[in-house]
């Protein structure tokens, strides 16, 4: 069982930044491939970021690239997203997620997740 947690949401303001954080629980996070995903009132939850247990495969939702940053350190058991030049449509919760096997787009490549942590962006 891997136990994650989110942190640094908030309200921002439209071409802001937010850095968020997911603490894992355990001993074996570097095992991990880990990801974010999003969900907006109404929409479907949504593929954003997701980052390798080594860190040397990444990929990102197309329309967050160059925007958005993922990153860990296994020695924290954390990774992050560091999020530049917010824009209104990334306002939704923001899921930490994490998989024993291979990093995937896809949510049910994920075996563990967070509960979310809420960014709004505004205008």
């Known amino acids: 069982q891997v136990q994650l947690v989110e942190s640094g949401g908030g309200l921002v303001q439209a071409g802001g930044s937010l850095r968020l954080s997911c603490a894992a629980s355990?001993?074996?996070?570097?095992?991990?491939?880990m990801g974010w995903f999003r969900q907006a009132p109404g929409k479907e939850r949504e593929f954003v970021a997701a980052?390798?247990?080594?860190?040397?495969?990444?990929y990102y939702l197309d329309s967050v690239k160059g925007r958005f940053t993922i990153s860990r350190d296994n020695a924290k058991n954390t990774v992050y997203l560091q999020m530049n030049s917010l824009k209104l449509e990334d306002t939704a919760v923001y899921y930490c997620?994490?998989?024993?096997?291979?990093?995937?787009?896809?949510?049910?490549?994920?075996?563990?997740w967070g509960q979310g942590t809420q960014v709004t962006v505004s205008s």
């Open positions: 997620a994490a998989t024993g096997r291979g990093i995937r787009r896809v949510s049910d490549g994920y075996d563990y």
């Open positions: 355990g001993r074996s996070f570097s095992s991990y491939g």
């Open positions: 980052i390798s247990w080594s860190g040397g495969s990444i």
